[in-house]
């Protein structure tokens, strides 16, 4: 069976449980200060998509999308369940999420993450998928502790506009 993901509106408490699963994580393998993960009340914020995945029925995994502007986005919240790793959860989530964006005229998606072992998947994940190092982006600052990444898109003046009204 495939893994299917779809928006989410973060009501369903097993949803609720893996975003705090997700910043539990975050906190402990980064210093104090340096977690740019976010909470559930912030992944419900106009501009930030979340999205759920789902294997044989349960939830296996979570991912946003947070509009940047009218022509980039921010990857938030890559999460599997550790029972569902290296299974194609992130890949699935990151696919759905490159085709939102598209969908949506961004050229650019972003990311920041972490550095050291425990972030290592993650940084093979977006390698993998065309993403490449870049430097700080919005806000961010750039230490440490952290890596930023970005993936162009292409321009959607060549591409067509697929309408995506359930992800919208």
Not at 31 to 59: C, E, S
Not at 120 to 128: C, E, G, P, T, V
Request: net charge neutral; glycine share 10%.
């Amino acid at each position: 069976m495939p893994i299917l993901v779809r928006p989410d509106d973060l009501t369903d408490p097993a949803v609720q449980e893996l975003v705090a699963e997700h910043l539990q994580g975050m906190q402990q393998f980064s210093p104090p200060g340096h977690v740019h993960a976010l909470a559930v009340a912030n992944l419900r914020a106009p501009g930030i998509t979340f999205l759920t995945a789902w294997l044989d029925g349960q939830l296996c995994g979570c991912g946003a999308l947070k509009a940047l502007g009218p022509d980039a986005g921010e990857i938030k919240s890559m999460r599997t369940k550790a029972a569902f790793l290296r299974r194609g959860v992130g890949q699935a989530v990151l696919d759905t999420i490159e085709r939102t964006a598209r969908t949506r005229g961004y050229r650019h998606l972003y990311l920041e993450t972490g550095t050291g072992p425990a972030f290592d998947a993650a940084h093979k994940l977006y390698l993998r998928s065309g993403f490449a190092f870049c430097g700080p982006f919005g806000d961010y600052r750039a230490t440490e502790f952290n890596v930023f990444m970005s993936k162009v898109l292409a321009d959607p003046s060549t591409t067509a506009r697929i309408p995506a009204p359930d992800l919208l």
